[in-house]
Every structure is written in structure tokens, then in C-alpha cells.
């Protein structure tokens, strides 16, 4: 969830898993791509194995450095096609009731 500019640069990334809705939320302190990766693979890497095969996310650019979620867990990242927010819609729903 990236807020308006004038509360700074903080911001949230929120993933939840589909079956479950198993949901990790973590604050950002930055708005780039690659501290925004480096803190998903330290917030998920506790998780089991199974637990994070694969991360989709929006076609945002603050998800650009996807790569490092690779050699980081070994997770796989999709992104969803764009406008189809339907694709997106557990963590949409779960956004709005944050």
C-alpha cells in the first residue's frame, strides 16, 4: 500500500496466501525495489518451504528487483496481467480492511 507522498516514504507491503489467507504485512521505510525484496526475503524466509514457492505480485515498479526473491528463499515470482485486478482480489480485500 503505498501512501500519498506528503506522509513521507513509508509504505506497506501486505501478501497473504491464498488458501489459508495466511497474511504478512511488513513497513517499508523506502519505496524502492530492492529493500522492499531484502525485507519480503527476511519476513518470509521463516516460513516453511511450502509455504512460499511463489509470490505474485502487481505490475508495480516497486516489485522490479523480483529476482533477488530467487537466490534469497527460492521463491518464484509471477505478476498478474494487466487490468485483470481480479487476479489480486484476496489481497486487495485484505488491503482495504487494513
Not at 55 to 73: M, N
Amino acid at each position: 500500500m503505498m501512501f500519498r507522498k506528503e506522509h513521507g516514504k513509508v509504505n506497506v507491503t501486505s501478501l497473504v496466501e491464498r488458501v489459508s489467507r495466511y497474511a504478512v504485512v511488513m513497513r517499508n521505510e523506502d519505496r524502492t525495489s530492492k529493500p522492499i525484496m531484502e525485507a519480503l526475503i527476511q519476513g518470509l524466509a521463516p516460513l516453511p518451504a511450502d509455504a512460499r514457492h511463489s509470490v505474485t505480485f502487481d505490475r508495480g515498479i516497486e516489485f522490479s528487483a523480483w529476482k533477488h526473491l530467487k537466490d534469497g528463499i527460492g521463491a518464484e515470482a509471477w505478476f498478474c496481467d494487466p487490468q485483470a485486478p481480479y487476479q489480486k482480489g484476496t489481497v486487495e480485500h485484505t488491503n482495504n480492511r487494513l
